[in-house]
């Protein structure tokens, strides 16, 4: 079983078990863990899922493509190198994902 790290903006850390296929923002929205939105329900067409995914993880994903780039320009908090939408972050079994949490999203 997947596990995903959340880490708020204030370093508080929310560690949820996930379902494998099932996006990081999927697990978020459905945990209720604050500041994910997923207000496009996951259809890359908003960028309130945006979360800043952890060097470690980085060649676990799929490298950023084109339309989730442009989205990240959207984002309410300013995109930095390691910018994903948690939308685009599909969870494989026994993968431990860690992100931190922008501090805006809309």
Known sequence: MPKVFYTQPDGRQEVIEAAAGDSVMQTA?????????GQCG?????ATCHVFLAEENADDFAPVRDDEDEMLDCAATERQ???RL?????????QEV?????EAQL
């Open 42 to 46: 996951g259809s890359l067409s908003c």
């Open 81 to 83: 190198d390691n910018s």
């Open 86 to 94: 948690s939308c685009q972050l599909v969870l494989r079994e026994g």
């Open 98 to 102: 860690r992100v931190t949490v922008p």
């Open 29 to 37: 929205v459905r945990n209720g863990v604050s500041g994910i939105v």
